[in-house]
């Protein structure tokens, strides 16, 4: 692995300083604070090509990897923009259509996602099943060679914003199925489809990007709607699991180190005893660690998208990385909390809101006690325990 990045690179790396001139972390705190999806920043980096950056270049993206976006998702990160929105559509949406549609369904979705006119999002928690993703209950019953799908999904990012979901659901009784992870389907399911619901969930994190419960009521799929093969949705959903840690890290690592750079500005201005409070160790040294936790974790990440890349097994450093970024985001966002006193939990500070990003990533959208099982029973080969 090259420590340098090439021009190109460096240059989607920097994007997050660019477009930050235009869209700056204000603005993103304002839709946060309104649950408001930034949509004039959406349009901003889809037209300068980002959102299509792991789209092949035969369907209008830029035929980029996962270690290009998540250097765009981290520079992003860097200048206070952290979209979840990134990570479930450009990422594991249009990825998964990207690396399992048919030519026919490519055509059809990509150019205009890539292009931005349409949104993906993606569908697999429900209410009853939670983190263990095999007890998913929504049901895609056969009728000959269409589906009915029935069932529900909960905590779906961006569904409001969104044309299209990639949802996962059930398509042989797992009292059928010979390995548990058969019998289940990845369908791409118009959201303005007769019998789709949804309603938004009160959330408490300040994000712009709004949470929903979706409902599905006979809602009729045909097997154009089908990604993959049926009843083996989980050998392609295996293939998301990475990407999804890895992007979710780089968000980590970009808040935290936005949040120290912050913290940095504000303890060298601010005088309440003799000299700047940033002079005193008991103000550096939290930042300091973190800061160390936060490059580690950057360092890491890089490595499990540049092993996913190039198509090596990069399960260990991915979940080490989605451990160790969600944790040193949450350490930066805390000493910087701490370091602006009472200022941080101003409105015009705006770190106590950051607080609740940062601390969202460690449970969402894959928990801490997940990925230390995964290093736990797959690095470390301990035994399991389910
Ligand atoms: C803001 C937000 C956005 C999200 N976006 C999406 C989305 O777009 N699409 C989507 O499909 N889902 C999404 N999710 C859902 C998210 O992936 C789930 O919340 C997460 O997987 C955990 O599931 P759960 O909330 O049901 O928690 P549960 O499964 O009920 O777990 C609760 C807690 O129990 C512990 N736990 C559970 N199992 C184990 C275990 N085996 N070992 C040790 N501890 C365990 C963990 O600490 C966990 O946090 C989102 C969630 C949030 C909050």
């Known amino acids: 692995m090259d420590f340098v990045l090439s021009p190109e690179q460096r240059m989607i790396y920097d994007y997050g300083a660019k477009v930050s001139q235009s869209f700056d972390h204000k603005y993103w705190l304002e839709n946060a604070r309104q649950n408001r999806f930034p949509e004039e920043l959406w349009r901003q980096t889809a037209q300068d090509g980002f959102v299509g950056l792991m789209v092949d270049q035969a369907y209008g993206g830029s035929g980029l990897g996962l270690f290009e976006m998540a250097l765009l998702i981290e520079g992003m990160s860097n200048h206070g923009l952290p979209l979840l929105m990134y990570v479930v559509g450009p ?27 349409t949104m993906f999002c993606f569908a697999i928690t429900e209410p009853n099943a939670g983190s263990n993703a095999m007890r998913i209950q929504s049901v895609a019953k056969a009728n000959g060679e269409r589906f009915k799908l029935n069932g529900s999904k909960v905590f779906i990012t961006g569904v409001d914003v969104c044309d299209y979901a990639v949802v996962v659901a ?16 990845v369908f791409i399911l118009d959201l303005k489809a007769r019998g789709v619901d949804y309603q938004p969930i009160n959330m408490s994190v300040v994000n712009p990007e709004l949470q929903f419960t979706l409902y599905f009521d006979d809602v009729d799929l045909g097997p154009e709607d089908v990604l993959g093969e049926v009843d083996k949705g989980f050998n392609i959903l295996f293939d998301l699991l990475n990407p999804e840690r890895v992007t979710v890290a780089a968000m980590a690592c970009g808040i935290g180190r936005f949040a120290i750079e912050k913290a940095v500005a504000y303890t060298s201005e601010r005088v309440v005893f003799d000299g700047p409070i940033g002079a005193y160790q008991g103000v550096q040294h939290p930042l300091a660690a973190a800061k160390t936790q936060v490059e580690l974790s950057s360092l890491m990440l890089r490595q499990a998208a540049w092993q996913f890349d190039r198509g090596e097994a990069a399960g260990a450093a991915a979940n080490m990385a989605k451990y160790a970024g969600a944790e040193a985001g949450i350490m930066a966002v805390e000493a910087a909390l701490q370091a602006h006193g009472g200022n941080g939990f101003t409105h015009e500070y705006g770190l106590y809101d950051l607080y609740s990003m940062a601390r969202l990533l460690r449970t969402a959208p894959i928990n801490r006690e997940l990925i230390l099982n995964y290093i736990g029973e797959r690095v470390l080969g301990m035994p399991r325990s389910y």
Do not use: C, W
């Open 170 to 185: 059930r398509t042989t009784p797992h009292d059928q199925v010979k390995r548990k992870t058969d019998g289940f389907t």
């Open 91 to 117: 990422t594991m949406a249009m990825g998964h259509i990207n690396q399992h549609g048919t030519p026919e369904q490519k055509s059809r979705y990509l150019p205009d996602a890539a292009a931005g006119t």
